[in-house]
């Protein structure tokens, strides 16, 4: 089956730690984008990646890094920077000549 | 700096009914518009693009339509389901991969 995982489902935080969330892709997409989303409100940029090894920040990636070794995979680690991280983190991808954006199913990060 | 509001942010309908959600949107220089389903807790699933050159996009019971020039996009759901009940969200198209997504209108369909 062709489609985007994202793990884990839920996660847990403490204060102070960084935590990784992962997506991988095997849709053969080039772009990968990382979103928040927050009750009421739209989902917001994070991050995205258009090829291998070169990625872009988005509209809030302030306490967010991602990397992009390999074309499958987008992992997106939240820092002990980001001050409210609690929130539903959603991966994306998309094929270059493509106009539509795959979803992930999503992970819930809560922070304790 | 493009926005896109959804109205209403949540609309209960009975069975069988034929509804339209709406979506508006300030920045009329666009490359498509997409609307996407969500079921609590999911991630999103797209059920319809409309390039910026075109007026209309039909799948099945569904049907959304574009009107650049008034910034504005509806999403006509035919004879609706109990199944249908999810939140909609539009999602515009912008350049430099941008995409701006609206908050999304919660439907409930009653059996």
């Known amino acids: 089956d062709g489609g985007i995982t994202q793990s884990p489902k839920y996660l847990f935080r403490k204060e102070g730690q960084n935590v990784t969330l992962s997506c991988e892709q095997n849709?053969?997409?080039?772009?990968m984008y990382w979103y928040r989303q927050d009750p009421g409100q739209g989902l917001r940029l994070i991050y995205y990646?258009?090829?291998?090894?070169?990625?872009q920040k988005g509209d809030i990636a302030e306490g967010y890094s991602v990397s992009r070794e390999k074309k499958e995979s987008f992992p997106l680690t939240v820092t002990s920077a980001q001050k409210n991280p609690t929130a539903f983190y959603l991966c994306?991808?998309?094929?270059?000549?493509?106009?539509?954006?795959?979803f992930g199913p999503g992970t819930r990060l809560t922070v304790l | 700096k493009q926005e896109v509001t959804q109205i209403p942010a949540a609309l209960s309908v009975p069975e069988g009914e034929n509804l339209v959600l709406n979506c508006s949107f300030t920045d009329s220089a666009i490359y498509n518009l997409q609307w996407f389903r969500q079921d609590p807790g999911k991630g999103l699933t797209s059920l319809l693009l409309i390039q910026s050159s075109q007026r209309e996009q039909t799948s099945g019971r569904l049907n959304a339509s574009l009107d650049k020039s008034s910034g504005r996009s509806t999403l006509y759901i035919a004879a609706s389901q109990p199944g249908d009940s999810a939140t909609y969200l539009c999602a515009v198209g912008g350049g430099y991969q941008k995409v701006t997504f609206g908050t999304g209108t919660k439907l409930q369909v009653i059996p």
């Open positions: 849709l053969n997409h080039d772009a």
């Open positions: 990646s258009q090829i291998v090894n070169d990625f």
């Open positions: 994306a991808s998309r094929s270059a000549a493509g106009r539509t954006q795959y």
